[in-house]
Each structure stands twice: as structure tokens, then as C-alpha cells.
């Protein structure tokens, strides 16, 4: 399916204390014409339409004006706004025809001398929020404002929609004929209970970062890392000229590390600054990890990187976590303080399940701590260390017991949107629900709701809603043929979105689990491998092919074929790995290499390193 486009044209019309009669004359110009065009669109008055126009291209003009003649109801829509004071949305799926043409874009252009009556941006909504936007200095004396973004970019910021409806609940809005019910937004109602159950969620977040904060005043937090990564012009510009030639002219091991060290806190913009530290971060936790004999400086600078928590799952995940770096004291005394951040849980957790044992000791400060309430955590990750309970199905029941007390009868406020709420208000709760993990705290009460949600016309819901769907259901549910034919329908779905989440149920539920791997469930993968979407094909890597014990020699061939592909080298390991761990790759490897086969070859001592 191709990607829906959505242009919103938002003109918000700002009168103060005045009466409607008193509309800055600026205002009342662009009113006119704007009546004008209308009365000339209207009467088919190519000459009136080309004087408007300020135009001498009447071919040009001619085709302009039978174009427009064909959305006669987006003219009434538009006059109807202005004379209302109101804002106008206009959506539809044909992008350039309304931005590259003089109406209505450009006719609202046409006042460029006056600034103080009219402000036009162009800025996507994704990059820049809406209030930010309004708020910078001196656009409030703005008399219009006009703004685009798309479907898809709107949707990934969801409460953009509903800080305009709050600014302006009489808004009137257009759809074209080609734009699909989904994309519509939800009612005002409905964007009021996304906004009342967010900000209840925020609310427990902010006091799980409260909890956070008191932890690491006993551990460090931020301090420990900017104090170990200083943000030295110098070092970021040394970093940034020596990173392109690294392949060709590589530093030992030890050395990089502390070029990155002296670089790293000054790369990034304020605010996304993790991504570029994690351009950086990634290769050298790879080239750590393939070491064979590791490199104390860059265990060190690894450690002390998780201390900024939007880097730590990463270096955990691909590298302290492997085993080359979980033996050491340092990593081990790190690990503790990050299970009682609730950080990188499930992994630190498998990093250590043949020793934890040894990571009882460094628990000692916080049994010790005078809050009562990191003793009572610090208890419950002593037990399970000593293999007395689950640490994670605990951590997650905790948050859950938070979020159902908190949002009270709010939770049917929930049930009730995603039952019946139009697809809009589907795709704002559920990206709500995401964004706080409230899966957790949802009851079997939701799994008929969720059901709707994954058969939506919208993708976006498709996919969350399915997401949440699994989550709700029981793990004997999941392995149901019913599921299985869901997930089926899902990988054939027209959205990336859905189909990735398809990879991830069928390798979850029906490969990667104990019991008999389905022939179906991998018959679709091996299809999705081939999927035009990179991430697509990753997630079917990582969840399903790399999983298969006994690979059939078309798989193998596959597998071999994508690390070939495969640009980022933690994809091209897990590959690997699969490999390594399959019942039989590595022997028909073999049998292939003495034949000659190169890539065989090349891979099979991958393997074997």
C-alpha cells in the first residue's frame, strides 16, 4: 500500500478582547480575496481568475482553474473558516498538487509585505512541536498561521492534533475525496480522555525517575558520565577527523577508546544527543567484543557510558552483557545498580544466570540506605539473586499495580476508546499506551478491544494493536492455531509496521519457544526475508531464521546470502550466531567450502573464530 499523505493547512485566525467587526484590515484583506477566488472558481471567469493570479499564462491559469472548479467544497470550507474566525484542515492524499499550485497555498501567501498579519512555516510538526512553534518570540502577534506535516509524521506525534483542537474547538475541517476515513482525527471528546489518561502515565513515570534519581545518589548518575567524557571541542574534533579512515588506518584498541573518550561528550545536537554518541559507541563495543584479548581502557569507557541511561541498554545489550566483559568486578558492580534502575533488565539478567551469586555484594549500600523504599527493592533483587523469585515479572507487576491505581476508573475510559473509538482516537490511545508501557496493567477485559484494534483500517493501529493483543493473551493463547493464523495475516499486511510485528510474534511464539518449530510460521519468514523493508528482514533474522535448530539447506542459503547484505555488523553477528548454534549449519558448511564455495567458506570461519 502506498503511503497516505496528509497536507495540513491550519489557519488560525487570532482575535483578542475585539469584536468580530474589528478584524485588523490585513485580515479582512486576505478575506476578500479569498471571496474573490471563490466567486471566480464558482463562475468558471478565467479573466477574473488570471487577475487574481497576477497571471499572463492563461494556459497555465485555464488548467489551475479547472482543477480547482473540481473541489468546490473545499472553496466553501475555506470562506466558511475565515468567516468564522476558525482554523481549516485540509487533508488529502495528493500532496504536490495542493503545495506546488497558487490555491489555496499560495493565495495565502500573497500579503508577503506584511508579516505582522501572516505567518507561513513550513516546519514538520515531527521536528519542531506545535507550541514551540507558536510560542517563539514575537508569532503570537501573528494574525494566521500556516503549517504541513503528513499522516505519518502526525501520527508519530499524536498530541500535535490535540493541542490544536484544544486552541481551537470550533475548528472546521475539509477531507478530499481521496483521503481515507482513518487518517481523520478523533473528536475533541476523545483527544481530551488520550490527554487526561497521558497525563495521569506521565505522572507515574516522573516518580519511577524520582525513584531513579535516589538511586543514583548513592551510585552516580549524569555527574559520573560527563565527568569521564568531557565536552572537549579539541577531542570531538580529533574524534570526528579520525572516524572516517578508522577501517583502513585503525588505532589499537586502547587508543581509540580514548580518542572516543575524549571526543564523545561533545558530539550530537542538545537534546538527540545519545544517536550520535552511539554512532560512535557501536563499532568500538564491536571491535571490544571481537578482541580476543580484551582491552581494560575500553571496558572502562563502556562502563562508564551506561552511566547516561539512554545509552545503556545498547552497550549492555551488545557488549558488557557478552562474555568478554560480564566476568569483570567493574561490570558486575554496574549490572546491580542497573537492576535496581530497572535498566537493561532482561538482559543483565540472562548475562548473569550462571553467576549471580556474585553480584550479591555489591547490594551492601543500598540494603544499608536509610529510604525504605530502595531497601524493599534492594530485598527483592537479593532474593532472586539467590534464585528466590523473579526480579523482572516483579519489577513489571510493581508498575503495573502503580498505573491501575492511578488511573482508577479511567482504566474503562481506555477499554471503552480502543472498543469504540474511530480510528484516530484508536491510534492516539495506543501510541499513549506505548509510549508508558501500560501493557502490563491491561486485564483479559481488553483482549476483545484489541481484537478490533488489529483489524483497523489504519496501520499504525494494526500494529500497536496487535502488539498489545499478544501481550494480554495467555502464552498457551499465543500458541493457538488461531494465533498463528493471525500472525500469517499479518505478515502479509500492506504496512512494514505490521509486517516487522508479525516477524516478531511468529519467531516469539511459534520458532523461537521450546516445542516443535511451526513449518509455516518459518515458510513466512523465509518469505519476509526477502521483504523490501530493511528492518523487516532484520527482525527476521534476529527472531526467527537465526532461531531454527535443524536449518534445511534453504535457509543456510539465506542466512549466508543476508550477512553478505547485511551493511551493520551486530545484524551480520546475530547471523552468525544462528549458525553457530544450529544443529547442522555448520557441517553443510563445510561440505560446501571443500566445493569451493567462497562465501561458505567465509562465513564457516566466522564461525569457527
Known amino acids: ?31 476578500d480575496a479569498v471571496h474573490a477566488f471563490a466567486k471566480a472558481i464558482d463562475e468558471n471567469n478565467l479573466d477574473a481568475y488570471c487577475s487574481l493570479l497576477a497571471s499572463r499564462d492563461r494556459p497555465k491559469a485555464e488548467k489551475s482553474l479547472e482543477r480547482m472548479r473540481r473541489f468546490p467544497a473545499v472553496i466553501e470550507t475555506i470562506v466558511e473558516a475565515l468567516e468564522n474566525d476558525c482554523m481549516f484542515i485540509l487533508a488529502t492524499d495528493n500532496v504536490a498538487e495542493w503545495y506546488s499550485k497558487p490555491w489555496p497555498y499560495g493565495l495565502l501567501k500573497l500579503p508577503e509585505e506584511s508579516p505582522d498579519a501572516l505567518y507561513v512555516s513550513t516546519v514538520s510538526l515531527r521536528r519542531e512541536r506545535a507550541h514551540d512553534l507558536w510560542n517563539k518570540e514575537g508569532r503570537e502577534d501573528s494574525k494566521w498561521l500556516v503549517s504541513g506535516s503528513s499522516a505519518k509524521k502526525l501520527s508519530e506525534v499524536p498530541n500535535n492534533y490535540g493541542y490544536w483542537r484544544n486552541k481551537y474547538p470550533d475548528a472546521i475541517l475539509y477531507f478530499a475525496p481521496d483521503a481515507p476515513d482513518w487518517i481523520r482525527p478523533p473528536s475533541l471528546e476523545d483527544v481530551e480522555i488520550v490527554q487526561r489518561i497521558e497525563s495521569i502515565l506521565r505522572q507515574c513515570s516522573d516518580e519511577e525517575q524520582a525513584f531513579n534519581k535516589r538511586i543514583q545518589k548513592i551510585c552516580g548518575g549524569i555527574e559520573v558520565f560527563e565527568e569521564y567524557f568531557p565536552a572537549d571541542e579539541e577531542g570531538r574534533k580529533a574524534l570526528v577527523k579520525y572516524w572516517p579512515r578508522r577501517k583502513k588506518e585503525p588505532l589499537p584498541l586502547g587508543e581509540e577508546a580514548e580518542l572516543v573518550r575524549r571526543g564523545l561528550g561533545g558530539v550530537g545536537k542538545k537534546g538527540n544527543e545519545h544517536l550520535a554518541r552511539l554512532k560512535y559507541l557501536r563499532p568500538l563495543i564491536t571491535r571490544y567484543v571481537s578482541n580476543h584479548k580484551g582491552d581494560g581502557k575500553a571496558l572502562e569507557l563502556l562502563c562508564k557510558a551506561t552511566y547516561d541511561l539512554s545509552l545503556a541498554h545498547d552497550v549492555v545489550y551488545y557488549g558488557l552483557s557478552l562474555r568478554k566483559g560480564r566476568a569483570h568486578e567493574q561490570v558486575r558492580k554496574r549490572f546491580v545498580e542497573l537492576l535496581l534502575q530497572n535498566q537493561s533488565v532482561q538482559r543483565v539478567l540472562w548475562a548473569t544466570q550462571q553467576n549471580r551469586e556474585k553480584l550479591i555484594r555489591y547490594l551492601d ?53 480502543l472498543d469504540e473509538g474511530s480510528s484516530g482516537a484508536r491510534r492516539q490511545m495506543l501510541a499513549v499506551m506505548r509510549r508508558w508501557g501500560l501493557s502490563r496493567a491491561l486485564d483479559r477485559s481488553f483482549v476483545d478491544p484489541l481484537r478490533l ?24 493463547e499465543l500458541s493457538l492455531p488461531e494465533a498463528l493464523a493471525r500472525f500469517l495475516r499479518m505478515a502479509e499486511d500492506t504496512d512494514d509496521g505490521v509486517r516487522k510485528q508479525a ?49 534445511p539447506s534453504e535457509i543456510i542459503d539465506r542466512l549466508v546470502e543476508l550477512a553478505g547484505e547485511e551493511t551493520q555488523e551486530d545484524a551480520r553477528q546475530r547471523i552468525i550466531w544462528g549458525l553457530r548454534m544450529s544443529d547442522n549449519a555448520a557441517s553443510v558448511l563445510a561440505e560446501r567450502a571443500k566445493s569451493g564455495d567462497k562465501a561458505a567458506a567465509a562465513i564457516l570461519a566466522d564461525i569457527d573464530r
Do not use: N
Open 453 to 476: 484494534c488489529a483489524e483497523d483500517e489504519d496501520p499504525e493501529v494494526r500494529k500497536l494493536g496487535g502488539a498489545f493483543l499478544s501481550k494480554t493473551q495467555t502464552q498457551e
Open 365 to 417: 549500600p543500598y540494603l544499608l540506605a536509610e529510604d525504605r523504599e530502595i531497601v524493599d527493592r534492594a530485598l527483592v533483587l537479593d532474593q532472586a539473586l539467590r534464585g528466590e523469585g523473579d526480579y523482572r515479572k516483579w519489577l513489571l507487576e510493581e508498575r503495573a499495580v502503580k498505573q491501575r491505581e492511578a488511573l482508577g476508573e479511567e482504566m474503562g475510559s481506555v477499554r471503552q476508546l
Open 1 to 31: 500500500m502506498k503511503s497516505i499523505s496528509i497536507l495540513l493547512l491550519v489557519v488560525a485566525v487570532v482575535v483578542g478582547e475585539s469584536d468580530a467587526a474589528e478584524v485588523p484590515p490585513k485580515v479582512s484583506e486576505i478575506t
Open 503 to 551: 516477524a516478531v510474534k511468529l519467531g516469539t511464539h511459534f520458532i523461537r519457544r521450546g516445542g516443535q518449530q511451526d513449518p509455516q510460521a518459518i515458510t513466512a519468514m523465509l518469505r519476509l526475508s526477502r521483504d523490501p523493508s530493511h528492518d523487516v528482514r532484520r527482525t527476521v533474522v534476529y527472531y526467527g531464521l537465526s532461531t531454527v535448530r535443524e536449518m
